[in-house]
């Protein structure tokens, strides 16, 4: 192979898939959260040889931090072992192939990469460039401010005004999904917690 | 990418493809737990070999970041194995 970065992106993703075929594989529970931990790394390394740093810092920390701790959790409701039964399910295989196939039938239509006269580009991003979003007319008597009304940031510009409620509703999202996990583990706590205070009591 | 590099980068990943058979293997679960360690080491070196040969210093951003979460998903997995259970 003439570029060696290729050659790295290819082993990569050769031991991501190998270690994903593992992780199916495995009847232990535990180690196959291990080998999803090892799973998120690899991608994570991908994402950052493919210059989406954002995505990588995020993968890191969602894949391999958060959600490992996430499925240990579900591992003190459920225990450590999977049920015996078929390893090979035809109809999920085919299901998944299937779903394969329309993804990459879907990528002939995506525009080159790095086309500048693709949709994304020529659509709405050079209004965020002119930094045109969010530009709110003070007036004459308004606040005084150094950046000509309007967001400083692109990135602002976009995740704060044009996609202000979007943003904000993600939040509420996010913070229901947690008190809804807090609330399904929370009788675990105070049950463990009642048998601390027995103990104590008949110490 | 010189030739010294491109060997330097495939013996870390050979090195990784190791720990992961480790993982794979077992057979105690003190092994597997080893095993993350060490590959989260390799992903962490990798991607600073990665960035010194791309001349790219935010890959050592990331790259501080791992070691942090593979520190933290140790600790999360001992907990687990110690007691089998988080809250307490």
Redesign the interface.
Known sequence: MSD??L??NV??LV?AI??AI?AMW?R?L??A???M??YS??L??EW??LFA?DV??TE??VG??AA??LL??A??RTGTREKEGPNFHPTALLTVLVTGAVLIYGTADMPRFGDPDAPATVNVAPEYIAQNVGKVDAGADGPENDFGDHVPNAVTAVLASYRGYDTMFETAVIFTAGVCVILI?RP??SS??RK?AQSQEDA | MNSVELITALLILGGAFLALIRAVKGPTVYDRVLAVNVFGTKTVILLALLGYIGNRSGFLDIAVLYALVNFLGTVALLRFVESRRFFQ
């Open positions: 060696p970065v050659l790295i082993i990569l031991i190998m270690t593992a495995t232990d535990l180690g959260v291990m080998l931990g090892i790394l690899l994570a390394v950052a040889n740093m990588s810092y890191a920390a391999a931090g490992t701790i240990l959790t591992l003190t583990l675990l706590a463990a917690r601390t």
